[in-house]
Every structure is written in C-alpha cells, then in structure tokens.
C-alpha cells in the first residue's frame, strides 16, 4: 500500500488494493482444513448458544445501568427558588441560631478583613450574624482589635485544642509522615503539607465539637481573600430552615483521582454494612460499570470503586463556601463514618478533604441540600457563577434556588435590580432636578436630620453597619 501512495495512485486504487489482498489472506485461511473443522464446529455447535450469550450480556448491562439511572425531578419536584425579585432586607424577623465560621491564622490579618468587610457589606449590616473566628495557635492583639472593629454582630475568637489539631490516637504517625511525603512527591497538591492534613481532620469531623460552636444551630463557612460580588438581601438561614434543607453549596468540583483512592471504597463499604437505602443522590455521584456480571466484580480493584465494581465519579462538593446544619454533622450515622474513617488513618494516608467526605453521603435526599447558586464570590483561583456585573444586578439571581442536583445546571431567571446602575446614579446627582429634590428633602426633614436612608433594592444605603 505504500508503494502505490507512494506513486500517486488515486485513492480508490489504493482501496481495490486492500480488498484484493484481504479476499486472497482469506481464502488462505479457508483452504486450511484446521479452519475448516473449527468453522464447522462453531456453526454447529457455539454460534446459537454465542449469541444467546451476547443479548444476554447486553440485556444484563443495559438492566444495571437503568438501575442506576438518576430520576430527573419534574414540576412540583423542583424546589422552587426562595425569592423572583430584590428583597428588602428583613430586619424585624428574628433570627436563626447560626454563626459565620472562619478558620484563619495572625498573619492572615489583611486577607480576613477583606472577607469580613466585603461580607457585612453585602450581608451582615442588615442581619448582624456572629462571626467565629477558629486558630490553632493564641490570637494576637492586632487581630482581635481589627475584627472587633469591623464585625457587626460580634466576634468571638477560639482557640482550637490540640487534640482537634495533631494525629489521632493509634495512628502509625512514622507511617502517616511517610505517607505525605509520597503524597506531596508524586504532586497531590498540599498532601505533602502535615498542617492541611490536620486541617482536613479538623473540618471532617471536629469543628463542631468546639464549646464555641455547641450553641449553634446552623453555620456559614467563609474564608480569608474572599469578594462576595452580590447583596443578599435575606436571611439564608431561616429560608433553608422553612423548607428543611440541610446543606447548601456553591460549586462541585471534579476530584484529581490520585488524592484518595480508597475513599469512595470505604464509604461504599460503610453504606453496605449500616444497610443504608440507596437514594437518587448516592446514584449521582456513580458512573455504573459497563463490564456485563460476572466479571464486573473484578473492577473492584481499581480506585474509586465499590465492591460490585461501579465507580464513583468524584464529583464532590468545593466547600470553602458552605451553609448547613450542624445537625447534619452531628448525627450518629456521620460521627461513625468519621471515627470508621479515622481509625483506618485516612485523613493523613490519603488526603481527604473535608467535603469529599460529605459528597458520597448515601442517606440524604436531594431537596436538602440545594445549589446557592446566586452567590458570586471569588475565591483564588475559581470564582462561583454567576457574575452579578454580567447579570447587571447586585444580587443577580437568588441565593438558594432550591434545586436538586448537585451543579449548577438549571440556569435562574436573573432578579430585578436592587440598585440603581452607577451611570444613573452619577447621571441622577450631577442634574439640576436632582440637586432640587435633594435640597427640597433637606428643608422638609429640617435642620441637623438626615434624609432616608436609600434601601437595598433602590441604592447602596450605608456601607457601615449599626452596631
């Protein structure tokens, strides 16, 4: 064939070629009386039963991957979203028993006061919710008195004990040092760090055992170097405490395969043997198997993967920004996956972030936990959909819709828009009838009495909260 490409021939030359020499290969075989026996014996003997075999196979794998298949919700099953349009901020209501979390160390002075002044403007100057701020090692002065200024609802600083922040009892810590360093050589991002190991324990299964947290009911993680993009204008809490919703997240991300190989397997394993129902969200997070039984089995031995050989598809929630309930944490289903987790040393011999343990939950429904999918903030490097900016509103779309699912897939409505656009603003102070207006709402208010105050949905109103 390559001597005729090579001489230019056309390309159905080269074709009638190919077929010429495949009918001569094949009438070789044919005169072979071994092929002739064989061939006699295969259509005497196997091709019904080779056949039958086959559609049976086919019927099997198509049976188990319907199996698996994830009931799409229609109509009344989807939650519909909190609110359509900009809310005026609440602030007779009462409030939930909930706290803002944040784990964060001295030296991170700056990249907090960030967060905490971008989140009171654009939350909590109209709910002031307490803010927790969680350290492994004493608060210095400086951090205290910064948050302290800044944060409207008060701050509480805690120091995390140490038996929270080192290895668990009965671990093989010259095993598990070992182990990290591997992690961190074979480039599993942070793994070789033995503080993010500790971190990962700390928010698996200790940060709500802490005395300042035994109190609350319901909690909100933020980081340090965050920009919250968007104003919500009601109080998440008390919208996932009417409709019983216990988790709500912003992003679910696709886990790197080499970080926790065995995760998946010993939840699967768990799961199997506390005789938990297998619900649609545990069928969301599994890529069924395509090998027909009984060989699908043999997939068992490659990560990520149950016992009857179905992966998991490492999906998991990216919980830097959470809203949940600390019931859902303190539950004696979840307290013994995580002593069953931490007995094995899987927080230190693979890394296991904190939410990928939550991800695989096999017991909760999916209208508990919906996608916030309004809350635009960024967080090096992701930032969440959608932008306020590009939907020309401040808060964009609502903050929890509700939805079930476990990413972003079902597009909102965009919300009215809560403020008035920066051109019309500079447009509506630089005209004459404004500067008219605004001294006619002067002299009706008297002297030495300030005018109303814009809302959230017609203006930016103040920037620094009451106290």
């Known amino acids: 064939m390559l001597v005729v490409c090579a001489r230019g021939a056309p390309l159905n030359a080269v074709m009638i070629r190919l077929k010429f020499v495949a009918r001569n290969q094949l009438q070789r075989v044919r005169r072979n009386p071994r092929y002739s026996a064989f061939a006699r014996f295969f259509v005497r003997y196997l091709r019904i039963p080779l056949l039958v075999l086959s559609l049976a196979a086919f019927l099997e794998v198509y049976h188990h991957n319907s199996h698996w298949a994830v009931r799409q919700p229609k109509g009344a099953d989807i939650d519909a979203p909190y609110y359509r349009s900009c809310q005026e901020p609440a602030v007779d209501q009462p409030r939930a028993n909930a706290a803002l979390v944040m784990l964060v160390r001295n030296r991170e002075v700056h990249d907090a006061l960030k967060t905490i002044q971008s989140i009171e403007k654009h939350f909590n100057r109209w709910f002031h919710y307490p803010v927790v701020f969680l350290n492994d090692e004493e608060w210095s002065q400086e951090f205290i008195e910064t948050m302290n200024r800044t944060v409207s ?3 509480r600083f805690e120091v995390i004990p140490k038996d929270m922040w080192t290895f668990p009892e009965g671990i093989d810590v010259k095993g598990a040092k070992e182990s990290m360093a ?4 074979h480039g599993v991002q942070y793994a070789g760090l033995e503080t993010y190991h500790h971190m990962c324990r700390f928010y698996s299964g200790k940060f709500y055992k802490l005395e300042a947290l035994k109190q609350y009911k319901w909690y909100w993680r933020i980081e340090p170097d965050v920009d919250f993009s968007c104003s919500i204008t009601y109080d998440p809490f008390i919208e996932m405490e009417k409709r019983g919703q216990l988790y709500g997240y912003t992003i679910a991300l696709a886990e790197a395969p080499n970080t926790c190989p065995g995760l998946f397997r010993e939840i699967a394993d768990w799961k199997e043997a506390q005789g938990l129902a297998t619900t649609e969200l545990w069928k969301a997070m599994l890529h069924p198997s395509w090998v027909p ?18 992966a998991w598809n490492l999906c998991h929630y990216w919980s830097n920004f959470e809203i949940a309930s600390m019931e859902l944490f303190r539950s004696k289903e979840y307290e013994a996956l995580v002593d069953r987790l931490e007995k094995k040393g899987g927080f230190y011999f693979e890394r296991v972030r904190w939410r990928l343990l939550f991800s695989p939950r096999p017991s909760d429904r999916t209208d508990m936990i919906p996608t916030h999918s309004g809350v635009t903030r960024r967080s090096t490097p992701w930032q969440s959909p959608p932008s306020c900016r590009r939907a020309r509103c401040t808060t964009s779309r609502t903050l929890a819709t509700g939805m079930t699912g476990t990413t972003n897939a079902l597009p909102m ?4 828009r809560c403020r008035v ?7 509506t102070r630089g005209s004459p009838r404004s500067r008219a207006a605004s001294a006619a709402g002067a002299s009706a208010t008297g002297p030495g009495r300030a005018t109303t105050p814009p809302t959230a949905c017609t203006g930016s109103g103040s920037q620094t909260p009451p106290r």
């Open 182 to 185: 591997s992690q961190g050589r």
């Open 293 to 310: 039984w009984p060989f699908r089995s043999w997939m068992s031995w490659f990560g990520h993967r149950d016992r009857n050989g179905d």
């Open 421 to 427: 656009p920066r051109r019309s603003r500079a447009a």
């Open 153 to 155: 609802g008060g701050a």
């Open 413 to 416: 409505p965009p919300m009215a």
